[in-house]
């Protein structure tokens, strides 16, 4: 069994029982070798920009045997594949921003996919507000805590139409996901409140400026959404 850390495992579990899956950024292989051992995968494209990276990726997949099930490409982003060669990709640990370029730059691969599971480090904002303007369907947004912080894993996939909006989420919020609200995600209680105290603490220190008031609009967001909360089973 191959040993992944719990965001790993978040997104092993989202990408599991998919027939061909890109491991874009695949760094380790930990993750490519895992979804052809445990995931039910019968192949796994692992594409990394760095020769290193990749190196390390082919080490684990002959450590393993699984030569005739992996295939370890040198490449940016989802450039590596043609569209329709993969039913679902991983992209995980990079920045938002760098994802929306990846997404924009490979549309037809992207969008030809069942599934996409993105894991941003940052952007998370940013990439929420195009996903959904550009009608990328939410199917699960994960709140996982590793270590002293919050990693939140989206499961998406493109849709006709943007996704309608939960009643009593706030408008325009981008701080958590609108699916992890609907879906009553274990972590999303604590997550608000960890974010809640640390904008009441900057807060304390911007007041007046326009830091200061998007500091207070993220807080009442959080507040809204800690006390939609207070009614839930």
Known sequence: MIRLD???RCAFDLLRGSAAVADIGCDHGKLTAALLLEGGCRRVIAGDISPECLQKTREIIERYGLQDKAEPRLGSGLSVLFP?????????????ELMLELLTDSKAVAEAMDKLVLQPMSGIEELRVWLYENSWQVLSDKLVPLGKRWYQVLCVRKAQRPDPWPEGFPVDCWLVGYRSFVDRELGLKPYCQEQLQKRRERWKKAAGTAGGEKLA???GQLEQILKEMEGWN
């Open 6 to 8: 719990d965001r790993l």
């Open 84 to 96: 329709g060669e993969c039913d679902a990709a991983a992209i995980l640990g990079m920045g938002g």
């Open 217 to 219: 609009r993220e807080a």
